[in-house]
């Protein structure tokens, strides 16, 4: 169990908030970027704190009042230009003014604005918002008492999309990105006593963001994590990395990193249950190599049959950190994916962050753990979370319950490539993802995007996505939904990426977007490449209860045939090693607008809005549990 820091908390908790820039009198923190305009601002965050949920802290979650704002007259005077880059610094939302006199006109009041709960989306939570594209001010106000010789830091899960961050009247960051955590310094900021948090949210979709303006999802705006308030010691460990050495079962390697003033001294890393014990010295700059020998006989090693975890301390003079740790080993040979030395097959599922049955964003372990055990109950070992980093705890989940998990980043469709402010926040995104769950045993695939079409410069800009993975986690598999191309009755995969990754992996819709249930079987694969074969999506639309024949698309019978049809043609694959279907459950999107079968619905899922599961559920079920005998 973490320890919770017991701050005094009014009966209104904390809003959550979005950061990047750090405050510029916080030591190791980023300045804010004070450039012309609202977006130049954005300024690239230094890492979040490691293992946030191991931190003394408390939970800045509840109810916030809103204010809906589509001119974002909170924001910009008349003249288009920002509140908080005037001389006075004042003049937004953000000052939560309340009127002097009776003569005094102010056009907003949070005191008397309706309430969203945090975490969650807006559009789920109030029928006007459903489809709102914009911006939303929210505000909550929590009672602290910031001691002497301690760091505070504002930890956000996940705010979609851009992030405006206001304490206490005083902007104090931005952020850019809507599913990777980030955090800001608040030391010397807190007031003891009430404070108040306000944040513009905007969920506005632009071309040159990561997702761009077309995806298959819904764009659900807001505060869609926690947000967590944690106190360090002055010098604390910010970051680390246990995992086992790459293709080494006998060794553990990784790094201990310390912020603060006393950067340099010993750190212990134990495993009190495999009775080890280290002492490393960290360098002037706070950082130190760990390099720890294992008995190879007493170690129990983390698999989907055996999620083991070990309880691993790290504690260095001034700072004390536990951490659940899985260890195991990934790799390929040829057509082969090894997990602790054995051939696996990955039987696996797609699935969104979101809960089909309640409307919005995944709230909490409560609905993670119904999504996860739902893929246990087709026999999965093994989820794609697409398209786009899921929450840490989803992670912790899947360590505990033995899922593997594909992890990627909304590089998605068709982006700006030749944008080098683009390729910076997608690198960013995909940084802030590896650094937060480089320690989860159940991460065996870094994904650096889906379907991205074949250009040189696309290539280039994926390139570099596989550079930037295997600097940061050499450990794991680099992955990506590749681009195929048919000729004939011929599917070929053939992708000059493919060279920068782990791994032949690709998405087919065979019967779906192109042929049908009767020609389908007509066509084969050619998979240019001596790695393992991962089919990443593959599927067909099915309205729950909607019944025909296996020739009547939209009806449970056709999707099921699709799934017959094409374990046929993907067993035909001699590299074939795993797959994920697209997708679990049914989930929104705005691109389907069908209003009988669709309704705003991608109908894919193998359960439907009601969690009645399809026929299309127990005939992969069956499959699977013949590769789980097949890979025994």
């Known amino acids: 169990m973490h320890k919770v820091w017991k701050l005094l908390l009014s009966s209104c908790l904390a809003v ?66 920002p509140f908080d880059q005037s001389p006075s610094g004042a003049g937004g939302f953000y000052d ?54 301690k760091r505070y830091f ?22 850019k990105g809507g599913f990777t955590p980030f955090q800001f310094e608040v030391t010397g900021r807190l007031l003891k006593g009430e404070n108040n948090v ?43 990395q246990i995992q086992l050495a790459k293709g080494d ?12 003033v006393q950067r340099a001294q010993d750190v212990t890393i134990s495993i009190a249950e495999l009775g080890l014990k280290t002492v490393v010295r960290t360098d002037a700059n706070g950082r130190a190599a760990v390099s720890i020998a294992l008995p190879k006989s007493k170690v129990r090693y983390w698999s989907p049959e055996d999620p083991k975890l070990y309880n691993v301390t790290i504690a260095g003079a001034t700072d004390t950190l536990n951490d659940r740790i899985g260890l195991r080993t990934i790799e390929t040979r040829g057509h082969d994916i090894l997990l ?3 051939s696996i097959f990955l039987r696996g599922i797609s699935l969104h962050d979101e809960n089909p049955l309640i409307p919005g964003r995944l709230r909490g372990e409560g609905d993670m753990r119904m999504m996860l055990q739902w893929a246990k109950d087709m026999n999965c070992n093994y989820v794609r979370l697409a398209h786009y980093p899921h929450s840490e705890e989803m992670i912790k989940l899947a360590d505990e319950m033995g899922i593997l998990v594909w992890a990627e980043v909304p590089v998605y469709w068709t982006i700006s490539w030749e944008k080098p402010e683009v390729y910076a926040n997608a690198q960013q995104q995909l940084t802030d993802l590896v650094v937060r769950d480089k320690n989860r045993a159940s991460v065996i695939i870094w994904s650096i995007g889906n379907e991205t079409p074949v250009s040189p410069v696309r290539t280039q800009f994926m390139g570099k996505l596989a550079d930037t993975v295997r600097s940061l986690d050499h450990t794991r598999l680099v992955g990506a939904a590749l681009e195929v191309h048919r000729s004939g009755d011929v599917v070929t995969v053939e992708d000059p990426l493919a060279e920068k990754i782990d791994l032949a992996s690709f998405n087919q819709y065979a019967g779906w977007y192109w042929s049908n249930n009767k020609e389908m079987l ?11 074969v991962i089919v990443t999506e593959f599927g067909a639309d099915a309205l ?74 127990y005939t992969l079920k069956s499959y699977y549990d013949q590769k789980q005998q097949q890979y025994k």
């Open 154 to 175: 504002l930890y956000f899960g996940a705010v979609n999309y851009e992030a405006h961050v206001y304490l206490n009247g005083k902007k104090i960051g931005s952020h």
């Open 522 to 532: 007509k066509f084969s694969f050619k998979v240019n490449y001596n790695k393992p």
């Open 198 to 240: 306000i944040v513009k949210a905007d969920n506005t979709r632009h071309q040159d963001d990561i997702p761009t303006v077309n995806t298959d999802w819904w764009n659900y705006g807001g505060i869609t994590r926690d947000v967590i308030l944690a106190e360090t010691p002055d010098t604390y460990i910010e970051d680390y």
């Open 544 to 617: 729950g209860g909607y019944h025909a024949d296996s020739d009547t698309k939209w009806s449970e019978e056709y999707q099921d045939q699709l799934y017959k049809n094409t374990f046929k043609l993907l067993d035909a694959i001699p590299g074939l090693r795993g797959m994920t279907p697209w997708v679990l459950a049914d989930f929104r999107s705005p691109r389907r607008p069908h209003p009988y079968y669709q309704d705003y619905w991608n109908r894919k899922g193998l359960i439907s809005e009601t969690g009645k599961k399809k026929q299309a559920f």
């Open 16 to 81: 959550t908030l979005t950061a990047g820039a750090q405050d510029d009198q916080a030591p190791g923190q980023a300045q804010a970027n004070k450039g012309n305009g609202a977006r130049a601002e954005l300024a690239k965050q230094p890492p979040t704190l490691q293992n946030i949920y191991g931190r003394q802290h408390v939970l800045l979650d509840g109810r916030w009042s809103y204010i809906i704002d589509p001119y974002e007259t909170g924001y910009y005077n008349y003249r288009r230009q």
């Open 96 to 149: 939560d003014r309340k009127p002097k006199d009776k003569d005094d006109a102010v056009e907003y009041n949070f005191d008397s604005s309706p309430t969203l709960a945090v975490p969650g989306d807006w559009n789920s939570q109030n029928a006007k918002l459903e489809f709102y594209e914009g911006t939303l001010w929210m505000r909550q106000k929590f009672v602290a008492a910031p001691k002497d010789g």
């Open 249 to 260: 079962m006998g060794r553990i390697e990784g790094h201990v990193q310390l912020a603060g």
């Open 340 to 342: 602790n030395g054995k």
